[in-house]
């Protein structure tokens, strides 16, 4: 089995969890603490695996052949939900979800600043005629 190094351009990446999601052994790991997300790469990655690279929407991961470099951490701020203020968001996934809304016509984008529980709550209210 060949050793990859797991790069990382920390410019690129959102912070958006594809790529923890994917890794089967835990080499990249997504916390989030209080209003902070945390992503932690591996150096490299031993396994026969490359479910990471193609996962990453932004194109910030690259695993190359050779000796691993160094683990990296890319830190970003978590936004509050606008109604209930729990951190949930990343400042760059709002940033492309609303330039992807922005794309495909206009529309009320003011529901990707709630948290999913919030946007659950509210979208059960307007079902329901706006009675709370």
Same mark, same amino acid.
């Given at each position: 089995?060949?050793?990859?190094?797991?790069?990382?351009?920390?410019?690129?990446?959102?912070?958006?969890?594809?790529? *923890?999601?994917?890794?089967?052994?835990?080499?990249?790991?997504?916390?989030?603490?209080?209003?902070?997300?945390?992503?932690?790469?591996?150096?490299?990655?031993?396994?026969?695996?490359?479910?990471?690279?193609?996962?990453?929407?932004?194109?910030?991961?690259?695993?190359?052949?050779?000796?691993?470099?160094?683990?990296?951490?890319?830190?970003?701020?978590?936004?509050?939900?606008?109604?209930?203020?729990?951190?949930?968001?990343?400042?760059?996934?709002? *940033? /492309?979800?609303?330039?992807?809304?922005?794309?495909?016509?206009?529309?009320?984008?003011?529901?990707?600043?709630?948290?999913?529980?919030?946007?659950?709550? /509210?979208?059960?209210?307007?079902?329901?005629?706006?009675?709370?």
């Amino acid at each position: 089995m060949e050793t990859r190094a797991l790069q990382v351009n920390v410019d690129k990446c959102i912070g958006c969890r594809a790529c *923890s999601a994917v890794c089967p052994v835990g080499l990249i790991i997504l916390t989030d603490q209080t209003a902070q997300r945390t992503v932690r790469f591996a150096a490299a990655c031993l396994e026969d695996c490359t479910l990471c690279e193609p996962a990453c929407p932004e194109g910030a991961i690259a695993l190359t052949p050779g000796a691993p470099g160094a683990e990296t951490t890319v830190g970003f701020d978590l936004l509050p939900c606008a109604a209930c203020h729990t951190p949930f968001l990343t400042a760059p996934i709002l *940033s /492309k979800l609303r330039a992807g809304l922005a794309a495909i016509g206009p529309a009320d984008p003011s529901w990707l600043t709630l948290c999913p529980a919030c946007r659950q709550t /509210k979208q059960g209210q307007e079902m329901a005629g706006g009675r709370p």
